[in-house]
Structures are given as structure tokens and as C-alpha cells.
């Protein structure tokens, strides 16, 4: 077989966006790659399928999962083949391929390493691969002269199966067609590298408004549920907090510790100690905060070599606690040897009240205390309380999915009763939590890679569906302590089925309450009439949390009025000050959302901002911010408004940069430069007006002494005089003054270095888009915060101009090169640094380039290679005022605008 059979046709209308993609696709393929970044929802499958039937040659899918490489199948099938059985020409096995083979990443890893690994994670279903090498693998494909591949959701090459990809990708030479909803920007430059060279750049992109505007993503909206601790949880965290407090005391009383410190040779003779002190800024500074609290006095040649002139000491925190103590313990163990007793001591204390876990120290942001609030069984009461309002809402209409981490099945039980104490997440404690609680008799199922359960009122349905596929005789069992449910026995004949039987069991309404594991269902998982997720799950990577949000918000055919909503659970932590890491991590994932704000005046955007929740600290009110969520959740007709509102205020997705004004110190000390330059050459201007006008007077005097007979002749005289100094020395003052303002604003200052970074990343050809269409884009917020993006170019250049910037704008960490602005201002000298960014600090030319352009737009500056002597003095110092500013943080914004 060479081609595909004749005849094969997608059988359905192509959307807009997708046939202008089909009508460029051979403009792409010029370089034998396609790049296709879109949300979930918009039709990647059939865009890749139908690239394949063009390019009318044997090809290899891969993808994540195996239920999604079952699903690559199933489209196939029924969306171009309109049959219901697997032609003979299609492979799932790669040990097997023929003309069209599909298989995941894993599965080709693992052939490819001769090792036998779970196809998916450890909860899915697993495929045995057996030790075949790669070359034979290679032998294979080139025997069904395999030239094309697809790689579906392609982000997941920042895993370990890269390796195996690209030695494929050199053996076999095919046309590549990469597809994923989340490109993975958020990775290392040398992750992004690897992602690159086997998906090449990104051709093609869908936003989410974009869908929207289409019609091909339904309106939903992100809803957040605070819950608090248990009372067994708030006596745990609450011991947690009372043993921190008392450790910090005894820190703070520890003589033998401060002797220890006192009399270590960084601190007794800095000077000779300048190399140890660059390699552990961050262990020496907490040595001298430690000394400050206790009361002993710091000599000022510390302040010297940190270049602090305001001889400033932070507060003694825990930020600074934990340093010290991983100072103490693990950085340096030479100079503190004799004092092995109570470092062993002390270790062992941290390690008994859970502060300390490899080599870690931790006391606010600990894994134990953080488990404790993702995992908090307060949050099963939430999702009941979420279920139960959304049945009020929607009766037999709901089609909510319950995602989370664990399938914890050690909650099953196999006598008449389950009485269990649900004390733990996951799919079964939910599943036991909402049918102990069930007055309404909602239809509850689960599907897990090895537990399914199935309502009883649903068999018929499942048996109807089973005979479709062949399978016949599935052992099914009552579940021994409620007969309305099935347990479905997992058997090598439904296996591969199971996740598409289960889920036209959930589409058709015969359950409308479905719990399951995130990397079952979190990605590539297809049910359109979903209308409610609940993500019950503790992910915070950019890629998975977007993914699984994916799930709702795809539109259903036979409802054109679908909304989704999205539900994320928060337990708050009432003794922090931010609300805790449960907090944060929820704070995290909606920076990789984006969706509709809930103020009047609606727009798209992606931060937690958006949802206009205010935070208060009496938990009593938790109740208000939740009944506040329940009517945003109730009013489905209303969002679809808001879409429309926001909608219509834009037409481009911009990725902004939020920079706070703390982080633009050194530009406002540079505008603060140019003020002093210009008083300075005002000053000069006055002195040279009065010299002028003083000799201009006594020349005349002496030419024309006669011919003064009057006051009025001699101020004419000195009119003249003044005129010529301002004639001659305004010019300087005119030029200082326009410099002064150029700069005065910081935004503008902003958008000057933005450009700078523009020229460069086009030097280096990084940035291929001609200049004449990209714009830098700065402007302020009512904090002075600056907020500046790229307008024009792809959506990989505008990241990897935002990236840039923001390597030159955040504080100094270990750049190879600096750029040195100095500045006079009469006798006295100042120098101000700004790192080059990494991308253009790898060889000097590069470093070189930076500087011409930075010199041209600012004053002359001069390029300091920071791997002298000499250069790492200054980055000790500017490394120093960097650790100084540990708080500063500057975010990225995705809004829809004009």
C-alpha cells in the first residue's frame, strides 16, 4: 500500500479558520515542518488528519496518552472513513507499524531505550513494549517508508522521550506536523531549543477570542470555592505554627550558634574571603542580618564590599531564618566542624517537626504544612456543596466532571457497609462523599485507570455500547454495599474501550456526575456536553492545568446556548499573610487562563485580578465571597453577555508585561542622571552668561567710555551683552532640558529600552517579522506600575521579546556581561548596570552589538565582563541589592485588546 485509498473525505464543513489554514498549508510545508498552536475545542485532530491525507504518504502518529491515541483512531474512522471497524492498513503498535501507525510518546521511548514503562501515568492503563533497540524500530517504519509524522499536544517534549524523538526524526527525514493547545514557553531556553528543533516554529495560532468570536468555544467562566481547614487539620497547622515560633526563638537565644558565626573566617576577615562570599551571597547576608538581630555591631568594611552606602540591614525573618540555618548546616561544614554536635543536633530537630527534607530548610512554604491545605478533606465538603448547587441549577441537564490527582481505592470496601472515615482526596473518598449524601439521587460514575463504577440505572446503556464494539460477557458486580452502583472488572478485552464506552455513557446523560484522575481525563479527553468541571486537583504546571480547564469549554451542537463553568477549591490559610501555598498555587494557574473578568465593564484576561474577589481575613465571610460566587455560577445567560462585552473591545491577543515601579529603580536613578545633568548645564550656562556678560560690559566700557552719558546707554550696552551668552549657551540648556524630559517619564523610558532589545533579538535573527510591523507598546497603571508588549510578529517572537526584557529589567543574578552608564554630575562620578540578556551575552560581538545600540539611544556606556576580577566586585554589589528586592516580581498579562 502506498497512498490511501481513494475516496477518503472529511464529512463535515470546514471552519473558517480552519480552511483558510488548508488553503496556506503547502506555504508551511516549505520547510517540511507545520506548526499548529490552538485551544482545546479547535478541531487539531481533523486539521492534522486531513494534512496527513494531503501529504498522501505512510505515517506515524504520536500522542500523550493512550486514550487520546485511541481517539486519533476513533476520528479517523468516523469523521473521514465513516466506518465503525479499524481498516487492517491502521496500527496501534509500533513493534508492528503499517501504513498508518499511532502510538504515544511513551510507547516509542520505551521501544526505543528497550525498557517496559507504563504507557500513561501510574494510575492508567499499561502497554508492555518489548526490548526492541532503535535501530530496529527505524528498520520498521522505513520498511512501511513511514515520511510523515504527526505529534500531537507536541509540548510533551519537554519530558524525557525528546531523546528518542529526534533519533527518529535523523533516521527518518519526514515532514513534521506538530499540534498542541499550550507550547511549553514557560521552560528552560535549552527545553525550548529541544522543542523547536524537532517542531520548528510556530505557523500557525489560535487564541481563545478568537474561538470565541467564532463560534467554536462555548462562554464559561472560572469560579473559585474558599473552604478552611478541618478542625483535626487547623490543631495540626496550628502546632505547626507554634513549633516555628519557638524555633525561632531559640534561634534567636542560641549562643553557641552566634559564637559559631561571630568567629567564622567570612566574618573576621571579609577581604580575604571575597571569592567564598560571591559563591554564597545569599549564606553571608544572612550571617550579618543573624549578627544585626542579635545586637552585634557590623563593621562598615561588610557595608564596603556589599556596596551598601546606606549601611541598611534587613528585619531577621524566616526568609532570612531558613538561609541561616542551610548555612549553618550544609554550606559550609569546614568552618564549622567543631560545632558538629549541635548541628546534629539542630538538624535533627528541624527533621522531627518536619522543617527539613533533603537538604532543605522550610518553615513557611513546607511541603508537609502545604499537603495539609491541598489535600484538606474540608474541600470534599466543598465539592458536595458545588455539586449540590449546580443539580438546583441545571437538574437532569448537569454533566459535571470531578478531576483530581488520586484514585485512593484503599476507600473501597467489600463488606455491606462503608464506613470509612473519608480523611483523604481522591477519586473514591468524592465518590463515597457525594453518594453517602445523595437526596436528590444524582447519577454518580467513576472512571480511573483501574476502578470504573457505573449507576445501575446506566447497564443497559453500557451493555448496548459494549456489543457495539464486539465486546461480549463483561463482568460487571454489584457494589456491595449500595446495589444502584456497578463496579465494571477491567479485562483485557475492554481495556482499550472503556474511556469511550464510559464516556458515551456521561454524554448521553446516564450519569451525570463523572469523577476521575487529571491524566486520565485532564488531556486530550473529548465530552462536548460537559457544562461543569470541578478541578479538584493540586497541579500548577502551565501545560496540565490549562488542559484539563479545556475539557468545558467545548461547544455541543445539539445545545447552541452551552455554557461551562470551571470550579477551583482553595482552602485558605488564615496565619498567612497571602493565604497560604493553596493560594498561591490557584494564583499561579490562572496566569495560564484566559477568560472573561466579572466586573461591570467585562474584558479577557488571564489573571486571578479578573475575578474581583476581595480577600478579607474573617473567615466568616468566607461564606458571603462563596453565596457572591454561587449567583456568578447561576446567572449562564449573563456570562454569555459579559463574552459579548469583552469581546467586541478587541481584536488581538497581547501578552503584556507588568513591571512594578521597584523594578525600574535603576531607570529612575538614569532619569535622575539626566536631571542632574541638565541643573548642571544650566548652572554652566549661568556662569558662562555672567563671564560672557561681565567681559562683553568691560569692553565696552573701555571702547566707548565717552560715549556713556546715561544709565539707559549702559544697560543697552548690557542687553547686548546677555543676549550673546544666551544665543551661545542656550543651545546646551535647550538640549538638557529636552533630554531631562525624554526621560521623565517612565514608560516612555521603558519603550526606549524595548527597542533596544528589538534591534538585537533582529540582529540575531530571532526575530524575523520586519521591524516596520512590530511596535513596542509601553504605558502606566494608576500605581506607576509600567506595562509594556510587542505588537506585530508571531506569537513565539512577542514571548521571546517579553523573555528578553525581562532579563534586562529584573534584578542582577549572574549575567556574563553588564552594560556601565556612567555619569558626572561636577566632581563627583556614579555608575549605573544593566545585565545583557543571556541570548545576547553568549559571545562578545553579540555583547558588543547591545552596547552600540543601548549607547546610541542613552548616553556612551561601556561593556564589563563579569568573569574578571574586577567584574565580580560589581556583581557582588548589584547581586546583593538584587537579594535585597526578593519580593519585587514582575508578571505577565494576556488581554484582549485593539
Known sequence: ???????????????????????????????????????????????????????????????????????????????????????????TDIKNPNFVTVTTYQGIHAACNNVKESETDDENFEEECSSVSISEIVKKLKKQKIKTFILDEAHHLKNAWWKSLIDLKKEINPTIVALTATPPFDVSGAEWHKYIHLNSAVDVEISVPELMIEGDLCPHQDLVYFTLPTEKEQHTIEEYYNHANDFFEEIRNDKVLLYALENHPVYQNPEQNLDWIYENLSSYTSGLVYLNFTGKEIADIHFEIVGDQQKFVPYFDFFWLEE???????????????????????????????????????????????????????????????????????????????????????????????NFELDKIGAIPIFEKLRRENPDKKKMGVLTGSIVIIPKSSKEVFDELCRKKGILNIAVSELSYDKDYFLVNITDQIRHNIVHIITEIFQYGEIQVLIGTKSLLGEGWDAPKMNSLILASFVSSFVLSNQMRGRVIRTDKDNPQKTGNIWHLVCFDEKSKNGGQDFDILKRRFKTFVGVSNDVNSSV????????????????????????????????????????????????????????????????EMKMNYLRKMIGNFSGIMVSTVLTFLYEVVSEIVKSFDDIHS????????????????????????????QYLKYKNIAKHLELIGNIVLKNLINENI??????????????????????HLEGGSNYERSQFTQTLQELIVPVDNPRYLIEQNDRFFFMKKSLYFPIPEIFAKNKNSAEFFRKTWSETFDKSDLVFTRTIEGRKILLKLRFQSLMKRNVQIEHLHKWTR
Open 1 to 91: 500500500m502506498n497512498s490511501f485509498p481513494l475516496g477518503i473525505k472529511f464529512k463535515y464543513n470546514w471552519r473558517k479558520y480552519q480552511e483558510n489554514f488548508l488553503n496556506h498549508v503547502d506555504d508551511y510545508l516549505t520547510d517540511d515542518h507545520v506548526h499548529i498552536v490552538a485551544p482545546p475545542g479547535s478541531g487539531k485532530t481533523v486539521l492534522g488528519l486531513e494534512v496527513m491525507l494531503r501529504l498522501n504518504k505512510p505515517t506515524l502518529i504520536v500522542t500523550p496518552t493512550l486514550a487520546i491515541r485511541n481517539q486519533w483512531v476513533q476520528r479517523f474512522c468516523e469523521l473521514f472513513l465513516d466506518v465503525e471497524s479499524i481498516p487492517e492498513w491502521i496500527s
Open 324 to 418: 541561616l540555618i542551610d548555612f549553618y548546616l550544609f554550606v559550609d561544614e569546614i568552618n564549622f566542624k567543631q560545632f558538629e554536635e549541635h548541628r546534629t543536633n539542630l538538624e535533627n530537630k528541624l527533621r522531627r517537626h518536619g522543617f527539613l527534607e533533603k537538604k532543605m530548610v522550610s518553615f513557611l512554604n513546607n511541603k508537609n504544612l502545604t499537603q495539609i491545605f491541598n489535600s484538606s478533606v474540608g474541600k470534599l465538603q466543598g465539592i458536595k456543596e458545588i455539586v449540590d448547587f449546580e443539580y438546583s441549577a441545571l437538574n437532569d441537564d448537569l454533566k459535571m466532571v470531578i478531576l483530581t490527582d488520586f484514585i485512593k481505592k484503599e476507600f473501597l470496601a467489600n463488606t455491606i457497609q462503608n
Open 605 to 668: 484576561e488571564n489573571n486571578f485580578e479578573r475575578l474581583n474577589i476581595k480577600i478579607i481575613e474573617d473567615k466568616k465571610e468566607f461564606s458571603l465571597i462563596n453565596l457572591q460566587t454561587f449567583s456568578f455560577a447561576k446567572d449562564r445567560k449573563n456570562l454569555s453577555r459579559r463574552w459579548n462585552t469583552a469581546l467586541a473591545k478587541g481584536n488581538i491577543l497581547v501578552e503584556e508585561m507588568k513591571i512594578p515601579i521597584e523594578s525600574m529603580r535603576e531607570n529612575e
Open 711 to 738: 544709565t539707559e546707554s549702559f544697560f543697552k550696552v548690557s542687553i547686548v551683552a546677555g543676549l550673546i551668552g544666551i544665543i551661545i549657551y542656550g543651545g546646551k540648556f535647550f538640549r538638557a532640558t529636552k
Open 767 to 788: 526575530i524575523h517579522t520586519p521591524v516596520e510591523k512590530l511596535t513596542v507598546v509601553t504605558s502606566s497603571d494608576v500605581f506607576k506600575n509600567s506595562i509594556c
